[in-house]
């Protein structure tokens, strides 16, 4: 069965979806207005995107949490992860919109808890770049 990711999911805060709900038959796959968005896909994928700028986080939030995790994995956020390992989605909790599983490069995985694992003394050391 192939699966199919709702567009415009960017974050994972906020998905709490089952993934049979968008599940699609071979018919639609191979549908050519499919190929198509999945190409465009790609291209954004492959599109090197750097930060214009950079900055330390002050403040625990639900988005530096994020960005402690992606870090901890050796990515700069979400947008590195998702085009070096060329996925869609990241895997998120549903309670709580965290990053629930992170691959790294050398293709072991972090495996990362529902709680908060930033602590208070490492919330300085997260970078927050912005595009």
């Given at each position: 069965?192939?699966?199919?990711?709702?567009?415009?999911?960017?974050?994972?805060?906020?998905?709490?979806?089952?993934?049979?709900?968008?599940?699609?038959?071979?018919?639609?796959?191979?549908?050519?207005?499919?190929?198509?968005?999945?190409?465009?896909s790609a291209v954004?994928?492959?599109?090197?995107?750097?930060?214009?700028?950079?900055?330390?986080?002050?403040?625990?939030?639900?988005?530096?949490?994020?960005l402690y995790r992606?870090?901890?994995?050796?990515?700069?956020?979400?947008?590195?992860?998702?085009?070096?390992?060329?996925?869609?989605?990241?895997?998120?909790?549903?309670?709580?919109?965290?990053?629930?599983?992170?691959?790294?490069?050398?293709?072991?995985?972090?495996?990362?808890?529902?709680?908060?694992?930033?602590?208070?003394?490492?919330v300085r050391k997260?970078?927050?770049?912005?595009?």
């Amino acid at each position: 069965m192939v699966s199919q990711e709702v567009p415009g999911t960017s974050r994972c805060l906020g998905e709490a979806h089952v993934l049979d709900e968008f599940s699609t038959s071979c018919d639609e796959v191979l549908d050519p207005s499919n190929v198509k968005k999945s190409e465009a896909s790609a291209v954004m994928a492959k599109a090197d995107l750097k930060p214009k700028s950079i900055r330390h986080a002050k403040n625990w939030s639900d988005e530096v949490e994020n960005l402690y995790r992606f870090q901890q994995a050796g990515y700069r956020d979400e947008f590195e992860y998702k085009q070096v390992k060329q996925v869609d989605t990241v895997e998120c909790w549903p309670e709580t919109g965290f990053v629930k599983k992170l691959q790294r490069r050398d293709n072991t995985f972090y495996y990362y808890n529902k709680q908060r694992e930033c602590e208070d003394k490492e919330v300085r050391k997260v970078k927050v770049y912005v595009y």
